[in-house]
Nanobody, 118 residues
Framework: QVQLVESGGGLVQAGGSLRLSCAASGTDSIANMGWYRQALGKQRERVADISSAGSPNYEDSAKGRFTISRDNAKNTVFLQMNSLKPEDTAVYYC?????????????WGQGTQVTVSS
């Protein structure tokens, strides 16, 4: 079965940095990998994603502050978050598009809490 294990969340002061990691297992191949977040009382939104070729895309508020990268050999995607703001506070979820068990589908991590204090 496909499993995604996230790590790196925590509590940080405004202006600080965190690095999130998401390691996937049980996949035959992985296409897109990305990070989404959901703040309390709000809908989930895409923060960043990266193609299998390494082309990144960012939500506007993340541009210039966040960097997404991936290690294909380890089936891992990272999100380096700098200059964090209180509005970045949310549960961050890893999502991948992968081929597994005979079909291509979307898979989600369990989420990791990021809290930015003002």
């Amino acid at each position: 079965q496909v499993q995604l294990v996230e790590s790196g969340g925590g509590l940080v002061q405004a202006g600080g940095s965190l690095r999130l990691s998401c390691a996937a297992s049980g996949t035959d191949s992985i296409a897109n990998m990305g990070w989404y977040r959901q703040a309390l009382g709000k809908q989930r939104e895409r923060v960043a994603d990266i193609s299998s070729a390494g082309s990144p895309n960012y939500e506007d508020s993340a541009k210039g502050r966040f960097t997404i990268s991936r290690d294909n050999a380890k089936n891992t995607v990272f999100l380096q978050m700098n200059s964090l703001k209180p509005e970045d506070t949310a549960v961050y979820y890893c999502k991948i598009i992968a081929f597994a068990a005979g079909y291509t589908g979307q898979y989600w991590g369990q989420g990791t809490q990021v809290t930015v204090s003002s």
